[in-house]
């Protein structure tokens, strides 16, 4: 793959007193998405006749070649090289502009590929917003049948992303390149090599962050969007983050990010993730589109307001011993109220070890939100007990804290049933981001 260098490209212009990418286009007699694609690093520069002729002999572009040579695109060099010394100033790229949404509703139906969909809590918060899904990517087999269960008419590929990737993600989805409004996911958090120190995708190979670039990439929607978790901030001090931002700016986007609580969203849950949200440099130029984040609605919900009348369901038990510990625990408290020879008894090493472990022989009130919950609810490190009854929630009322629907069946054991909501991304708050998205995409013409 061969790619024009849009820096050195930038460098010509200035010689030639061409000072915007408009002006440019002007003088090529083409539009100015043309140029923008043509500077893309999905263009291919080389005539097609060329690499069949390379097919043909089993060579390479450079072994037939006798001018200019070419080096091989590695990563994005749109912006140069940037050392670890050079990392993106992660602050610079923080948004500080919020809109409120409630009032905003969708022109048309937008259309949005998602990757990592899991049971489908940001697919399903996004559908509420005005997207229709082109398809998604999930290789967990019993989240598959989730999705699939809830939505027959869903194009869910139950496959691995490197797989999709490799092969081209537009094999799988019925969508020009260009033309999708918005890729939208939530990839694990691994480490990177930094091996090149170059701060660019090539140091993100073997992430799932590389094969989410690279899709993006290969779609170069109008938009994506990209959650995690909130220690994404500071993770390998920075790095991490940097390198993301480096790399999405790279392929051509304006990228903004925020740590959002779920609780400024109609979720009663102290869930915090990091959402990252970008526009295709083109439009941004286009329609001078800058995006703002969902206002918080200015009020938040306790477990009152959302565990009335669900439905039953199956649930975890506590042992007899835990449940016996767990009793003695008042609404709102954890382990600092039992008496101190059961505490320490239950808690074994941990009660010596430093730090609040609030999360030990928790029990939730009525009056506040829960706590995150986790992919299992009887751990004795996030404890959610129930604030009445000395048990863990069920998967219904899991269900409601994360802020699904009671009609959104979990098809699957209960066990994988908690993994899938507690993975999920908040409903209400997938709708508001997707809600912020539309309010940009309702300005493209």
């Known amino acids: 793959m061969y790619t024009i260098s849009k820096e050195k490209v930038r460098i010509h212009m200035k010689k030639h007193g061409v000072t915007t990418q408009k002006k440019l286009a002007e003088q090529l007699g083409i539009s100015k998405n043309q140029l923008s694609m043509m500077l893309s690093p999905n263009f ?61 509703t969708a022109h048309k139906d937008y259309s949005v590929v998602e990757l990592f969909a899991g049971a489908g809590g940001l697919a399903l918060g996004l559908e ?24 027959p008419k869903w194009n869910v590929i139950e496959k691995d992303i490197i797989q999709v990737v490799e092969q081209g993600i537009r094999n799988y989805v019925d969508i020009s390149i260009g033309e999708l409004d918005l890729l939208s996911g939530g990839y694990p958090c691994q480490a990177f090599s930094y091996a090149g120190k170059k701060m660019g995708l090539s140091d993100a190979r073997g992430t799932m962050f590389y094969y989410y670039a690279q899709a993006l990439k290969q779609l170069l929607p109008k938009m994506f969007l990209a959650e995690n978790v909130r220690g994404l901030v500071n993770h390998e001090n920075g790095r991490t983050l940097s390198l ?35 526009i295709r440099n083109d439009l941004v130029d286009n329609y001078d589109l800058s995006y703002s984040f969902p206002k918080p609605y200015g009020y938040e919900l306790v477990l009152r307001d959302v565990l009335k009348d669900v439905p039953k369901s ?25 008496p101190d020879d059961i505490a320490q008894e239950y808690m074994g090493k941990s009660y010596y070890s430093g730090g609040g472990r609030t999360g030990m ?23 959610r007990c129930h604030p009445d009854e000395t048990r863990p929630f ?21 066990p994988n049933a908690y993994k899938q909501i507690g993975n999920a991304v908040p409903v209400n708050m997938a709708k508001a981001v997707g809600s912020s998205i539309v309010n940009i995409l309702n300005q493209i013409k």
Not at 252 to 272: I, M, N, P, S
Not at 361 to 383: F, G, N
Not at 394 to 414: G, K, L, M, N
Request: hydrophobic letters at 35%; a negative charge; aromatic letters at 12%.
């Open 44 to 104: 291919n520069p080389i005539k097609t006749n060329a690499l069949k002729l390379c097919e043909a002999l089993n060579v390479n572009f450079e072994d037939i070649i006798e001018s200019e040579q070419f080096e091989p695109f590695v990563g994005s060099e749109i912006l140069g090289e940037h050392t670890q010394d050079e990392k993106f100033n992660v602050d610079d790229y923080q948004g500080h502009d919020f809109v409120d949404i409630r009032g905003i």
């Open 128 to 151: 509420m917003a005005g997207f229709h899904s082109k398809g998604l990517v999930e290789l967990d087999k019993y989240a598959c049948q989730t999705l699939r269960t809830n939505r």
């Open 244 to 278: 993301m931002l480096k790399v999405f700016s790279d392929i051509g986007y304006t990228v903004k990010w925020h740590v959002l609580r779920a609780l400024d969203y109609d979720v009663a849950q102290k869930r915090e993730r990091i959402a990252l949200v970008g």
């Open 314 to 338: 199956d649930g975890a038990k506590y042992p007899e011993y835990k449940k016996k510990v767990l009793a003695l625990v008042p609404q709102g408290g954890y382990w600092r109220d039992l």
């Open 361 to 383: 022989a928790r029990r939730i009130s009525w009056d506040e939100p829960s706590l995150t919950l986790t992919c299992s609810p009887a751990q004795k490190q996030t404890e």
């Open 394 to 414: 069920t998967v219904r009322e899991y269900a409601r804290i994360q802020s699904f629907p009671d009609t959104w069946q979990f098809d699957c054991s209960t």
